[in-house]
Nanobody
Framework: HVQLVESGGGSVQTGGSLRLSCAAS???????MGWFRQAPGKMREGIAA????????FIDDSVKGRFTISQDIGKKTVYLQMNSLKPEDTAIYYC????????????????????????WGQGTQVTVS
């Protein structure tokens, strides 16, 4: 099974930046990796995703122009660069990896769910004040 370890969360002032990292362990490549977030009292939402080849990236409209997703395949690590952070970005951020059919990770991310083959990271708190 794939295991995911996240790092990089923390507290930052409005307008600041953070970079989240998600390191995957395991021998099987994932077809999609992505970042989801859950604010208090809200559903978990997918905000960014990338396919294994890096040929497809999804960024949700709520963070488009401020967040970017990238990966280092050799390190099995996916990054979420977050710039111009706003208080409404405050949430627990979760990394996820999954095996889906095809290369389009957008529907997977937009669903906010993973399949029974997928895995969540432990979550990392991001607080913007």
């Amino acid at each position: 099974h794939v295991q995911l370890v996240e790092s990089g969360g923390g507290s930052v002032q409005t307008g600041g930046s953070l970079r989240l990292s998600c390191a995957a362990s395991g021998s099987t490549p994932n077809s999609c990796m992505g970042w989801f977030r859950q604010a208090p009292g809200k559903m978990r939402e997918g905000i960014a995703a990338i396919n294994y080849a890096g040929t497809m990236k999804f960024i949700d409209d709520s963070v488009k122009g401020r967040f970017t997703i990238s990966q280092d395949i050799g390190k099995k690590t996916v990054y979420l660069q977050m710039n111009s952070l706003k208080p409404e970005d405050t949430a627990i951020y979760y990394c996820a990896a999954d095996f889906i059919g095809g290369n389009d990770c957008r529907p997977w991310a937009e669903s906010g769910l993973i399949t029974n083959l997928g895995r969540w990271g432990q979550g990392t708190q991001v607080t913007v004040s």
